[in-house]
């Protein structure tokens, strides 16, 4: 079955770097898109970015463009997001899901607590 | 970006009745919508992908209909495992954006 397990959150102050890990199984990782989406505390869902099966083509939501990378591992199956410049709005739980047959997710991971403080 | 608006923000309903959820995108977006339930504390579950279709292991009680601006999720019969929050997605245009979600409560 399919597993989505993210690694990497944690406390960080703002301006400071963090790398989420997104370890996937289950499925031809290398065949599918895969999403970040973030969700803040008492907030609704936010989509943050996409990387397609290629590896090429990237794409972000505004709020984060020019700050964060997604990129792709496809020799581990992990999925993975840089998060530069790190602002007290970044704060929210992160969730790698994989995309279906179309770009929708299909599948979700459990999510990862980033906290961003000083 | 486009924007979707959710309808409506939440309701109270009881154990076996029929629910409708609306999502209408600033602009045509095909069929490209897919509708996402979250239970409090848990990761978020696909439910629909192209505006109709049911994820696998998804129960027909979940059906999604519409295309181009204006979406509905109905809910038959609604049991108890179904008090969540729901959320439509598009995912015609990057960025790809949600709707601000759609409370599920006990009457």
């Known amino acids: 079955q399919v597993q989505l397990v993210e690694s990497g959150g944690g406390v960080v102050q703002p301006e400071r770097s963090l790398r989420l890990s997104c370890a996937a199984s289950g499925f031809t990782f290398r065949n599918y898109g895969m999403h970040w989406v973030r969700q803040a505390p008492g907030k609704g869902l936010e989509w943050v970015a996409i990387i397609l099966h290629d590896g090429i083509n990237k794409y972000y939501a505004d709020s984060v463009k020019g700050r964060f990378t997604i990129s792709r591992d496809d020799s581990r199956n992990t999925l993975f997001l840089q998060m530069n410049s790190l602002k007290t709005e970044d704060t929210a739980v992160y969730y790698c899901?994989?995309?279906?047959?179309?770009?929708?997710?299909?599948?979700w991971g459990q999510g990862i607590l980033v906290s961003v403080s000083s | 970006d486009i924007q979707i608006i959710q309808s409506p923000s939440s309701l109270s309903a009881s154990v076996g009745d029929r629910v409708t959820i609306t999502c209408r995108a600033s602009q045509d977006i095909n069929n490209n919508l897919a509708w996402i339930q979250q239970k409090p504390g848990k990761a978020p579950k696909s439910l629909i992908w192209?505006?109709?279709n049911r994820q696998s292991g998804v129960p027909s009680k979940f059906s999604g209909s519409g295309s181009g601006t204006d979406f509905t999720l109905t809910i038959s019969a609604l049991q108890s495992d179904d008090f969540a929050t729901y959320y439509c997605?598009?995912?015609?245009?990057?960025?790809?954006?949600f709707g601000p979600g759609t409370k599920v409560d006990f009457k």
């Open positions: 192209a505006a109709s």
């Open positions: 899901a994989k995309a279906g047959a179309v770009a929708a997710p299909d599948y």
């Open positions: 997605q598009q995912y015609d245009t990057y960025p790809f954006t």
